[in-house]
């Protein structure tokens, strides 16, 4: 695409040589620039793009889009200024592959649990409808049947839109896209068009970056004023009042809960060991719904996943098969299948409030003690680490606490951040740093019918130390420490 078209209608300054120049690509990273690429310098937490003008010069780059004076001596390189390169880099992404969201419905989902699993249901029920839909979120990006890794929740606003339009081209409906409160703080997700957005629920996480809930709840809050269709939100949460108060876009709203003051609300429900039994309530009718996930939080889900499916008008049938195909997702409340008599359960949670949602569930069916094996992550929020501490150890039989992606913490230091927690409640614990031994202690000292919950990780298949990222799939280690157990 020609460059001045590209930034045809933005405020820029040419600091150096010509816009009558061809762009083959747009890269923010130095390393992935190829021959012809605009690359745009980023001012990161940790590192500046800037610095790497030159290795993305040689690499190939002609064009740099940069937010501060600089002199390059590269003949035929040019050099663009704008005010903001994060907002730049969204804006012209979106351009150069042909504004994909406005080609497609875009629907994104926000809030501090839930999003991994209501995006599934979604898609879930959208393919029973038959209509092709796409992902991007936590677990990756799902594009036609194939699953590529996304390093973020929500990756940079380039590689969005670059899988945008890979999904427009495969001829993908609906995107569902799990939008992080970073990524709306820090321009991710700006022109995008939005159709839905759904609140799923807001509880403490991620207060070393927001420093207070205030600032985490208005980050959330911005996608809300970006749709453009509707907004679906959980009416039984504190925080989806204060949506609904505080919204300036005078789009629809549809509320949901387990109570019939929302628009989309179950009744009858029933938790059982294979799932939950309920009635989905709308204004379209009534259903029965016998939903192959545990927990009263998957109740939330369904509602949250069946109003986006009323809102493009599917009917109740197809939402019923929809959810009720979906037999597991990976890492959410994950059964491994042992051939033992005690279960053992993996799951994502991380925060406060889903370890006590994903606990509750297994005290409903738990015949057994409970045993959670648990950490916090390191260089993240450290005053959730006390409190995730005494959550465990008012529902746990026993706490292991152990490790989980310390990154450049002391991984032993966290575990004493979290032991204050536990102590709180007088709970019983054992401290094990090795993730891996953690593991094995747990299955060596397991008894008939207990459960022992594997928390943090969920379908992660690796662990990060400093900056290494070693694999470390639990799932895989449970088949082989039980293997080796075995064997002795």
Known sequence: MELIKLIEGYKFEVLK???????????????????????????????????????????????????????IEDEGV?????????????????????????????????????????????????????KKTGIIGTMGTIIDGMVLDNINTTPESSLIQRYLKKMVDKGIQYCVMEVSSHSLDLKRVEYMDFQVGIFTNLTEDHLDYHKDMENYYKSKLKLFNMTSGCNIINIDDEYGH??????????????????????????????????????????KGSVPINLNLLGRFNVYNALASAACAIYYDMDLYSIKDGLESLRGIKGRFELVPIDE????IIDFAHTPDGLEQVLTTIRQFAEGRIIVIFGAGGNRDRTKRPIMGETVAKYA????????????????????????????????????????????????????????????????????????????????????????????
């Not at 504004?99 to 959208?126: A, D, H, Q, R, V």
């Not at 009858?268 to 294979?274: C, L, S």
């Open 242 to 283: 204060r949506i609904i108060n505080d919204l300036e876009n005078p789009i629809p709203i549809i509320t949901y809960g387990l109570d019939e003051k929302a628009h989309i609300y179950a009744t009858d429900v029933v938790y059982h060991f294979r799932g939950v039994d309920f009635v989905l309530n709308s204004p």
């Open 341 to 344: 008599d005690y279960n053992v």
């Open 397 to 488: 039989d026993l706490s292991i606490i152990t490790s989980d992606n310390p990154r450049y913490e002391d991984p032993d230091k966290i575990i004493e951040d979290i032991i204050v927690g536990v102590e709180r409640v007088n709970g019983k614990y054992i401290a094990i740093t090795d993730r891996r031994e953690a593991i094995e202690y747990a299955l060596l000292n397991a008894r008939p019918k207990d459960t022992i919950l594997l928390a943090g990780k969920g379908h992660e298949t690796y662990t990060i130390i400093k900056d290494k990222i070693i694999p470390f799939d639990e799932k895989q280690i449970v088949l082989d420490i039980l293997k080796d157990i075995k064997k002795r």
């Open 78 to 130: 040019t050099i663009i200024k704008v005010e903001d390169t994060i907002l730049a880099l969204a804006r012209l992404s979106s351009i150069f592959y042909g504004e994909p969201s406005k080609k497609l419905n875009l629907i994104g989902i926000t809030g501090t649990n839930g999003k991994t699993s209501t995006t599934y249901m979604i898609k879930s029920i959208f393919e029973a409808c038959h």
């Open 17 to 71: 040589g010509s816009t009558d120049i061809n762009i083959t690509g747009i890269e923010h990273d130095s390393r992935k620039i190829q021959k012809g690429n605009l690359f745009v310098a980023i001012e990161g937490f940790t590192v500046d793009g800037h610095d790497f003008i030159q290795e993305a010069i040689d690499n190939g780059a002609i064009c740099i889009l940069v937010q501060r004076d600089i002199q």
